[in-house]
Structure formats: structure tokens, C-alpha cells
């Protein structure tokens, strides 16, 4: 057959169905392109392999995109996962997607724990419970890949403790997390290769300086011209400056057992991904974005890595082996090492005072929380004790009235005998200020005498409880309230 229709192109030229050959390379040149294109842009598959079963992975932002795509993996591979999630456990959507990860992971070993990076407070709770746990607890991996942005020409936005939210959940809340970690880290054993994992974007490159006071205040300087891209490259940056500092205060540490630092800080750049936050600033989050982002598709497809390929960086950045040696603080981008673009990354004295003034800038923040949350207690308890004297009254005012119904009802008849008796037919009008509200309620809450003689009543409904008779008889030796 394919002989046959060669032999007639031969002799008889192409036939006339056969579509025009230019416009027939064109085509196929067109197709190269594009497949060579999205080949380029897909970047490199991680090619490192390590046992994972039985570490122990904390993660933040596990639930979507890149975080997700690398929580699959890990968990495919036997990791045991403790995903930070902003939603309680209890959340219906959050338990379905842990349900859905162990039956596509095949591994049950895959937990949440909600932590709210935009809180310190909810930062502080999980941390102090984390490292309170004795014996230490196992820990192998902390995988930070939660964040956020505001998309293009958004309004800058404040965390409910007055922190400018990306500059919280992108750097605040992991410096804080890794601070109150650091002991649990540190104290893990030598032959435990302990990594921690902090995924970048090369916006870091075109980010502003950390000067001091826009770190102090949260970024509250900006309050004029603050700008969203500005404002997440600045998060990252200081997230990659911060990542380098911890890793020299980890080497600065001194085992009880004289060996070397086994855990190292690794940032990565996972290149850019069709992921929800890439989608929000893309679509500059409006429908007709969306719509735009829909009829243009095609583009978004080709240029950006789906969340599973800007994944194998990361996952490289977990699994390679010669990561776990030599010196922490290393950037992977591509599943291979590459320098930092910028100096001041590795600047101490940024990273000094970018650390000190972080410190304080939480210790404030805690400080003016706690006592807001003091207060609310109070309040609270106020309320809660203004509630409870309410019921009493209300409860004396219905044994009063029910009192005053049965007395009336006597002094009526009294009455009426009086009247019949003296002609004058005006009831007496009782006042139950005349009688001890306490009095009342002890006398009415006694449970009824037949409790004693074993009738239909329990005690313990009316809150007493069984005693003993005194020096009671042997006869009389029944339960007294
Ligand atoms: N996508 C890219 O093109 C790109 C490029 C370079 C670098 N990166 C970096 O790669 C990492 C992952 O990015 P991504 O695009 O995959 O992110 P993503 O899909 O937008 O997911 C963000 C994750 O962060 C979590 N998160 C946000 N706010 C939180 C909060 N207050 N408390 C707890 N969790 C919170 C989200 O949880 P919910 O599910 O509850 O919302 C979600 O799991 C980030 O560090 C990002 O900077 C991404």
C-alpha cells in the first residue's frame, strides 16, 4: 500500500487531497516550535531518588499548587506529612483533600494541623505545641511553600494584628516558625539529614532594600505608594536573607555530641507555574481577567510550568544526596545549583538587623495580642457572669411568682372568708421583698421528702449527692442527702 502510493506520487505527482507541502512545513515547523517551546519552558524532571519513609515532612501551603504537587510526591514516597493548613482539620473541604491525597499516595500517614500564617498567635500555638512534646519529636523536613499576593492595582491589605498580610504569611510567619522550630531542629540526631526548604521567585532580584523601618513596622512606610509586586518581591527577598541567617545559626550551634550541623536550609526557585497565585495576577483577579485568561489559554499553557514540573525542583531540593552535605544555604533552580543574583543575600549586616528587627516587630505585635486577648477574656467572663446572675434573678422572680400564685391563691380564699365575714371584699397584695430570695431557692431546690423513702425521684437529678448518717443507726443506715 505505502509502496503503491509512493510509486503513483513518482510517477503521477502528488495527489490532489494531499495538502499544500510549503504550507505543509509550515505547519510542522509550527508544531516543532511549539512542543520545543513547552519542552524548554516545562524545565527539568528531578532525577533524584531517597527513601522517605518514616520522615517526618511540616508543610506549609500543601493544599494548593506547587505545595500540593510536592506533598503527592513525598507522600507517594512514603513521607510521613503534617500539612499547616489554614483551616482546621475538622474543615469538610480539607478533610476530603487529606482523603484524597492517602488514596492517591496509598500512604495514610498524611495529617493537618491548622496554622494561620496571617496570625502570629496561631504560629505560636502549633510551634510551642510542636517543641513542647517530650521525647522531642521526630522531624526531617520543613517544606514552606505557603504564600500569597495581592494581584496588580489590588489595596494593600493588614492582618487582623495590624502586619501587612504579604509580608506576614511570606516572611513573618516563617521567620517565627522556624525561630520557635529551632530547638526541635537542632536537637534532631546526627544521622537524621534534616532539611528545610524554602521555595523563592526570582522577583527577589528586582525587590527593594529591607531598610530597617519598613521591616520594624511591617511594611507601614510603603502606606503611600505601596505596590503588590513591590511589596511580595521585598517578602521573598527577605525570606532568602533570612534563610541564609538561619542556616549560619544552626552552624553556630554546639551538639552535646560535638558532631557537625546536620540540618541545612535550601531555597529554591521553582520558575513560574500555572498555580492559583500565578492565576490571581495574571487575571489581576477580575472576571474579565478570567475570561482573558481563558480565550488566551493556549499561552498560559505553553509558557508556564504546570504546578507538577515547577514541583521537581523542590523535590529535588528534598531528595538529592549532595545536598545533604557540605555547606546549607544553597539555591536551587532547574534541579541544579545556581548562584544568588543579588549581594545583599548574603549581606550579615542586612541579615542582622533584618533579624533583630523582626524580633521586635513580633515581640510588639505579641505583646499589644496578648493583652487584647486578656481583655477580651474579661470581657468575656464579665458577660459570662452577668448571664449566669441574670438566670438566678430570673429563676428567684419564677419561684417568687409561682409562691405568689399559691400564697394569692390562699389569701384570696382568706379574703374572701374576711369579706364575707368583716363585707370589706379587697384582696391583700403580696410583696415578695418580704422573703429571702435564698431562702426560697434553698428551701424549693431540697428535693421532695419521698426521695428519702426510695420513691420515684433520683437525687442525683437535683444535684446532691449520697452521704452517710452521721452516727446513724444501723437501722437507719440509708443514704442521706
Ligand atoms: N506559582 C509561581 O509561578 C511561582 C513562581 C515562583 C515562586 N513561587 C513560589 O512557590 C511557592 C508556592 O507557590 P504556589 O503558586 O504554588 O502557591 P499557591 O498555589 O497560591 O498556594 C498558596 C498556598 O499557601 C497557602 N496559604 C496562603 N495563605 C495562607 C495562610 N494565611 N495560612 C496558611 N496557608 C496559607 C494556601 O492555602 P489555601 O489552600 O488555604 O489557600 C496554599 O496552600 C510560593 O512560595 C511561591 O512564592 C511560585
Redo the contacts with the bound molecule.
Keep these: 500500500m505505502p509502496l503503491q502510493f509512493l510509486a503513483s506520487v513518482y510517477f503521477d505527482g502528488l495527489p490532489p487531497w494531499f495538502p499544500d507541502p510549503m504550507r505543509l512545513l509550515r505547519a510542522m515547523t509550527t508544531l516543532t516550535a511549539v512542543v520545543l517551546t513547552k519542552w524548554y519552558a516545562s524545565g527539568r524532571v528531578n532525577l533524584s531518588e531517597r527513601n522517605m519513609h518514616g520522615r517526618v515532612v511540616l508543610m506549609?501551603?500543601?493544599?494548593?499548587?506547587?505545595?500540593?504537587a510536592t506533598a503527592l510526591e513525598l507522600a507517594r514516597r512514603g513521607a510521613q506529612l503534617v500539612l499547616?493548613?489554614?483551616?482546621p482539620p475538622s474543615d469538610p473541604f480539607l478533610v476530603e483533600y487529606v482523603d484524597d491525597l492517602r488514596a492517591r499516595s496509598g500512604n495514610r500517614m498524611i495529617y493537618a494541623e491548622q496554622?494561620?500564617?496571617?496570625d502570629l498567635y496561631s504560629v505560636r500555638q502549633f510551634a510551642t505545641r510542636w517543641i513542647d512534646n517530650a521525647p522531642p519529636r521526630r522531624l526531617d523536613m520543613v517544606v514552606?511553600?505557603?504564600?500569597?499576593l495581592v494581584p496588580p492595582g489590588g489595596e494593600r491589605v493588614e492582618t487582623a494584628e495590624g502586619v501587612e498580610l504579604t509580608w506576614m504569611?511570606?516572611f513573618l510567619?516563617n521567620f517565627h516558625l522556624l525561630g520557635i522550630l529551632s530547638p526541635a531542629i537542632r536537637a534532631q540526631p546526627f544521622d537524621r539529614e534534616v532539611r528545610i526548604i524554602v521555595?523563592?521567585?526570582?522577583s527577589y532580584i528586582a525587590s527593594p532594600k529591607l531598610d530597617e523601618e519598613a521591616v520594624v513596622t511591617g511594611g507601614r512606610d510603603d502606606l503611600e505608594d505601596w505596590v503588590p509586586g513591590r511589596a511580595y518581591a521585598r517578602s521573598?527577598l527577605a525570606m532568602m536573607v533570612f534563610a541564609k541567617a538561619y542556616q549560619k545559626h544552626l552552624d553556630a550551634y554546639k551538639r552535646p555530641d560535638e558532631l557537625p550541623m546536620n540540618a541545612r536550609v535550601v531555597l529554591v526557585?521553582?520558575?513560574?507555574?500555572r498555580?492559583?497565585?500565578?492565576r490571581r495576577w495574571l487575571t489581576r483577579g477580575s472576571l474579565w481577567g478570567l475570561l482573558l485568561y481563558l480565550v488566551f489559554y493556549f499561552f498560559a499553557w505553553l509558557f508556564?510550568k504546570s504546578?507538577h514540573m515547577?514541583a521537581q525542583s523542590v523535590l529535588y531540593a528534598a531528595m538529592d544526596g549532595s545536598l545533604g552535605r557540605g555547606a546549607g544555604g544553597r539555591l536551587i533552580k532547574e534541579c541544579m545549583e545556581v548562584d544568588c543574583a543579588r549581594k545583599d543575600v548574603d549581606d550579615e549586616e542586612v541579615a542582622k538587623k533584618l533579624w533583630e528587627s523582626s524580633d521586635r516587630l513580633i515581640e510588639r505585635v505579641e505583646k499589644e495580642q496578648a493583652v487584647k486577648r486578656a481583655r477580651a477574656k474579661k470581657e468575656q467572663e464579665k458577660k459570662e457572669q452577668e448571664a449566669k446572675e441574670a438566670a438566678q434573678v430570673q429563676e428567684i422572680e419564677a419561684l417568687v411568682g409561682a409562691i405568689k400564685k399559691g400564697k394569692s391563691k390562699e389569701a384570696s380564699k382568706k379574703n374572701t372568708k374576711k369579706a364575707e365575714f368583716t363585707g370589706n371584699t379587697q384582696p391583700e397584695l403580696f410583696n415578695p421583698s418580704h422573703c429571702h430570695p435564698v431562702f426560697f431557692t434553698a428551701k424549693l431546690r431540697r428535693p421532695p421528702f419521698n426521695v428519702l423513702s426510695g420513691a420515684q425521684l433520683s437525687p442525683v437529678a437535683y444535684g446532691y449527692v449520697y452521704q452517710d448518717a452521721p452516727g446513724g443507726s444501723k437501722k437507719s443506715a440509708g443514704p442521706r442527702l
Design positions: 506549609t501551603g500543601g493544599t494548593s499548587g506547587i505545595g500540593a499547616l493548613t489554614r483551616q496554622v494561620d500564617l496571617a514552606l511553600c505557603a504564600s500569597t504569611v511570606n510567619a521555595p523563592t521567585c526570582s521573598k526557585d521553582p520558575g513560574l507555574a498555580t492559583v497565585s500565578m508556564l504546578p515547577a
